[in-house]
């Protein structure tokens, strides 16, 4: 699923890069004492930003931009039933944004405004595809947060519909057994070649429900293993609608956990089709150079660095810092620059890209 960039996500994106740029998250929670926290919260924010501003500009720069910040401050609306409040305040841009997502706090100065919490705002549905096999049907189904949809596929979902496909041999038993296996073998086949085509359409996490035979048949000749979240073993023939939404919820509840899962096993599958950049110096030129599909990257990793010889090389930022050629963090610019080519952006827990140097791209080519 792309990243929803709604209209005021866009507007920051596209707002003049304009130093000093500055950022703050504030996030609050709903007490009797709100409006005494926050205030004193973006008081604390503000003398920040007033030392940092006097440390590195021009004083008719700093005096312009806390001009801008306490005149918004002033104005903010302290009853929401939002999450945090994002500010962002430039000599030439200011916008003030209500977000309904769970943050840590961040105050930054610097060149361009803070991105990633922005994409952290994305809302989603928890959509997922699930197939119940049996030696007799198959079904697929589509599911998120409120409801299951039955998916019609382009291959017949009856197993009998492949009894004339396969030549008859009834001398004994064995033939007999042989004749069943093969038939369903050719029928889960096709199944796995329908699937392939609403991955396609839908590249959602996968759960294959069925008995342990079926779909150990199923695993061993699917194409499409890298979307199988978790095979679910049972005999699923007579559940109804409602009871198939009862048996899958148990196995959804842990989504953060499902969609992490979905994410490594893509980067994966990336890497061996030769479709990945890994560690921040390969995915920033991978980036400015607009390959980026899906970029995955650890919480709060951040990497200072300095701009090499050409706009796609970065090194890894030393002391004393060049401030002509300093970033202070390249994965906001990439993430931003993802973001404006098309592509997607997710985040994981800390340490999960561990193998990957923290963070990774998959490419389109």
């Known amino acids: 699923m792309n990243t929803i960039i709604t209209p005021e996500i866009r507007e920051v994106m596209e707002a003049v890069h304009y130093r000093p740029a500055v950022s703050i998250i504030i996030p609050f929670e709903q007490k009797m004492n709100l409006k005494n926290e926050l205030t004193h919260s973006l008081k604390i924010a503000s003398d920040k930003v007033e030392r940092e501003l006097l440390d590195n500009y021009k004083e008719e720069l700093c005096s312009l931009v806390m001009h801008r910040l306490r005149a918004i401050i002033k104005d903010l609306k302290i009853d929401t039933h939002k999450k945090c409040i994002a500010i962002f305040v430039s000599p030439v841009f200011e916008k003030v944004m209500y977000l309904d997502i769970a943050v840590e706090e961040r105050i930054i100065v610097d060149e361009s405004f803070e991105i990633r919490d922005l994409v952290y705002s994305k809302k989603e549905l928890h959509k997922y595809l699930v197939i119940l096999l049996s030696e007799k049907e198959s079904r697929m189904y589509l599911g998120n947060s409120d409801t299951l949809i039955r998916l019609v596929t382009n291959k017949p979902e009856s197993v009998d519909e492949y009894i004339n496909e396969v ?21 889960l086949h096709n199944i796995d070649i329908s699937l392939e085509s609403i991955l396609k359409s839908y590249p959602l996490p996968l759960f294959v429900f069925g008995t342990r035979k079926t779909t150990g048949y199923f695993k061993n000749l699917t194409k499409n293993n890298e979307a199988v979240i978790e095979y679910v073993h049972g005999n699923f023939e007579e559940a109804t609608h409602e009871q198939l939404k009862d048996i899958i919820k148990p196995h959804v509840a842990d989504w953060k956990k499902l969609k992490q899962i979905r994410l490594l096993r893509q980067l994966e599958a990336a890497a061996g089709d030769k479709k990945l950049a890994v560690g921040m110096k390969d995915v920033w030129h991978e980036a400015m150079n607009q390959k980026g599909r899906l970029l995955v990257v650890e919480k709060d990793y951040m990497y200072a660095a300095e701009h090499g010889s050409t706009q796609d090389v970065i090194s890894e930022a030393s002391e004393p810092f060049r401030k002509i050629s300093y970033i202070k963090d390249a994965v906001d610019d990439v993430i931003e620059k ?28």
């Open 338 to 365: 993802i973001l404006e080519s098309g592509g997607d952006v997710e985040f994981v827990d800390k340490n999960l890209l561990t193998n990957y140097n923290h963070i990774a791209l998959i490419k389109y080519y």
């Open 167 to 187: 030549p008859e041999r009834v001398a004994n038993f064995s033939d007999i057994s042989d004749r069943k296996e093969t038939i369903l073998k050719k029928f």
